[in-house]
């Protein structure tokens, strides 16, 4: 059975940091992303990587994001630097299997930033 799971999320203040962290169980993954989603908006593209081991951060503000994939756990961590209130989100991980080429979605962890 396959599970993927977001965790790390909470509150924090504005200037801080976190890391999210995507387990995907009971699947090799070809791709993994991070989505984020605010209420009535659509879910935005922040990061991905491939088997290829690249990354990119669409759109995003240089050095926003660092995202680091652990092969043999099958995590990535997505970690958020200098959060403002507008990353107040729910953050989504999205991954392909390598072998099916079937995707999946975890069920969001809550970054609220706040002081």
């Known amino acids: 059975q396959v599970q993927v799971v977001e965790s790390g999320g909470g509150l924090v203040q504005p200037g801080g940091s976190l890391r999210l962290s995507c387990t995907a169980a009971?699947?090799?993954?070809?791709?993994m992303a991070w989505y984020r989603q605010t209420p009535g908006k659509q879910r935005e593209l922040v990061a991905y990587t491939s088997t290829t081991g690249n990354t990119t951060y669409p759109g995003s503000v240089q050095g926003k994001y660092t995202l680091s994939r652990d092969y043999a756990k099958n995590i990535v961590n997505l970690q958020i630097h200098n959060l403002r209130p507008e990353d107040t989100a729910v953050y989504f991980c999205?991954?392909?299997?390598?072998?099916?080429?079937?995707?999946?979605w975890g069920q969001g962890t809550q970054v609220t930033v706040s002081s």
């Open positions: 999205y991954v392909v299997a390598s072998d099916s080429g079937r995707n999946y």
């Open positions: 009971g699947v090799r993954f070809s791709f």
